[in-house]
Nanobody, 115 residues
Framework: QVQLVESGGGLVQAGGSLRLSCAAS????????MGWYRQAPGKQRWLVATITSDDNINYADSVKGRFTISRGNAKNAVYLQMNSLKPENTAVYYC?????????WGQGTQVTVSS
């Protein structure tokens, strides 16, 4: 059983910063990709940023230059540094992991940016 546990969400004013953390635990045989997705109320879940096992990084265009994804030294943790936050960044942020052939998701952490 694999678990992804997020932390670091909260309420912040526009222009502020937050750092999200996600730690994977359990029977993980290979970590191919980890990353972050977001889902606003009534909207589909879509990609924010991903990082592969060989450190290839992909960002949504809307967050480039403001958000930074990184991995922990043990490779089973992923972080998202979010700067210059905007009200439209308000959403539930989900940690994602592709371990072997299987997708895993965290429970989500709420990020709310006030104007």
């Amino acid at each position: 059983q694999v678990q992804l546990v997020e932390s670091g969400g909260g309420l912040v004013q526009a222009g502020g910063s937050l750092r999200l953390s996600c730690a994977a635990s359990g029977s993980i045989f290979s970590i191919n990709v980890m990353g972050w997705y977001r889902q606003a109320p009534g909207k589909q879940r879509w990609l924010v940023a991903t990082i592969t096992s060989d450190d290839n990084i992909n960002y949504a265009d809307s967050v480039k230059g403001r958000f930074t994804i990184s991995r922990g030294n043990a490779k089973n943790a992923v972080y998202l540094q979010m700067n210059s936050l905007k009200p439209e960044n308000t959403a539930v942020y989900y940690c994602y992991g592709l371990f072997g052939p299987y997708d895993y998701w965290g429970q989500g952490t709420q990020v709310t940016v006030s104007s």
